[in-house]
């Protein structure tokens, strides 16, 4: 099972920071302790249309979240989703 959907269908920007039943660390699948949101610098380049802009909600846990390489390995984790990789954890 994935614990990373860019799409939440019907989502409004004010949802995107509460928690869902569904929610799990991006890195690890443990349960999450916060809430991120990605914003690329160059939305075309994962996946939006031009002109618009992408937000990728994911969720991490109290110990990842303090990890010095986390960043890296959320942007991995994303892309490969959107590439079809099915990356399910970075560890």
Request: charged share 25%.
């Amino acid at each position: 099972m994935s614990t990373f959907s860019p799409f939440l269908p019907n989502m409004k920007p004010e949802a995107l920071t509460e928690k869902l039943p569904s929610d799990h660390c991006l890195i690890c699948g443990a349960a999450p302790a916060i809430i991120g949101i990605f914003t690329p610098e160059d939305p075309t380049a994962w996946g939006a249309k031009n002109g618009k802009t992408r937000l990728i909600r994911y969720c991490l846990c109290d110990k990842c979240h303090g990890r010095q390489e986390t960043l890296e390995n959320v942007e991995k984790i994303i892309r490969a989703e959107l590439a079809g990789g099915g990356v399910t954890h970075a560890e």
